[in-house]
């Protein structure tokens, strides 16, 4: 990947992980201690669980955008390549 390129997918990953693990997982920490456990003392499953299913997210998340950024770093370097 170009070094231009290297900010982009890295605010795009850093970006949505954020969203994600910032915004949604205190909620969803919350939701699973009251509603799926019924017990504030199973608060520390409620975090692995989340913690756990974030991070796939995450690795998912950086997967498919890379995907996107393979294609457009390819197109670049043909570009780059063809004599002008």
């Known amino acids: 990947m170009p070094n231009a ?3 982009q997918a890295t605010a795009i990953y850093v970006g949505v ?3 994600v693990g910032g915004g949604l997982a205190a909620t ?3 939701l699973l201690t009251d509603f799926v456990f019924h017990d504030k ?3 520390h499953v409620s ?3 989340v913690g756990g299913i974030v991070c796939i997210l995450a690795a998912l998340t950086l ?3 890379l995907r996107a950024f393979r294609v457009t770093a390819r197109e670049h370097q043909t570009t780059q390549q063809r004599p002008s």
């Open 5 to 7: 390129m290297r900010g």
């Open 17 to 19: 992980t954020n969203l």
């Open 28 to 30: 969803a920490v919350a």
């Open 41 to 43: 003392a199973r608060l």
């Open 63 to 65: 997967t498919s955008t």
């Open 47 to 49: 975090f692995g669980l």
